[in-house]
């Protein structure tokens, strides 16, 4: 007999696989990490964008269209939604807090963001067989 407390071993890959995720919060969690790629991908962007903003404005004293300057409002408000995305996903995927902080701080450092999206995906896609 085997204990149902513990998952089962898939013999090629000696991973346990995720028999003890049940399916609504496997769909869950899919449809959390799908709106956190997407936030993760466009706070990226906008960081990028205003940091080309500020080194062309700042260090080399370029003249800035007037409509640069909603850059960094945007970027703000994308960052909220980022950090609500990270959170979203942490509750569902039952993150440490720890864990939540360092992802939503990948949102403030530039190319950051797109590293940590990457990392949290596959995690993510491993722990619940998402693929």
Known sequence: MTDPSVPSVNASTSNPLPSHVHPDRQSRVASALSLFSVMAWITGMFL?????????????NMEIPDWAKYIAIVHGWVYIAYVASVMNLGMKALWPFGKIILTALAGVVPFFSFFMESKRRREVQREFALL
């Open 48 to 60: 990028i964008a205003l940091v080309v903003r500020m080194v062309c404005q700042y260090v080399l």
